[in-house]
Nanobody, 119 residues
Framework: QVQLVESGGGLVQPGGSLRLSCAASRSIESIYRMGWYRQAPGKQRELVASITRDGITTYADSVKGQFTISRDNAKNTVYLQMNSLKPEDTAVYYC?????????????WGQGTQVTVSS
């Protein structure tokens, strides 16, 4: 099973930007769909963005036009560019492999990376 490590989080002011990275331990070329998730304090984990191996992207309504997911198969990495950040974007962000047919997360959850939006 592929190991995934999230990085790039931190403290940012409202309106600021961050770029998160999800580094895989092996080639992701054959992985059909990968996603970024987030879990805010006291809230359920939610899928915020996904991308197929062909570059087809899907976003939650809450982040559409604000976040951009991308993947670089040559670097075994998936990215999440987050712009115009708001306090409600504060959460731990995770990446995972999604089932090709139903979109469910298939792997174990890692430690994620903390994003805090505050002035």
């Amino acid at each position: 099973q592929v190991q995934l490590v999230e990085s790039g989080g931190g403290l940012v002011q409202p309106g600021g930007s961050l770029r998160l990275s999800c580094a895989a331990s092996r080639s992701i070329e054959s992985i059909y769909r990968m996603g970024w998730y987030r879990q805010a304090p006291g809230k359920q984990r939610e899928l915020v963005a996904s991308i197929t191996r062909d570059g087809i992207t899907t976003y939650a309504d809450s982040v559409k036009g604000q976040f951009t997911i991308s993947r670089d198969n040559a670097k075994n990495t998936v990215y999440l560019q987050m712009n115009s950040l708001k306090p409600e974007d504060t959460a731990v962000y995770y990446c995972n492999v999604q089932n090709r047919w139903n979109g469910y997360a298939t792997g174990p959850w890692g430690q994620g990376t903390q994003v805090t939006v505050s002035s």
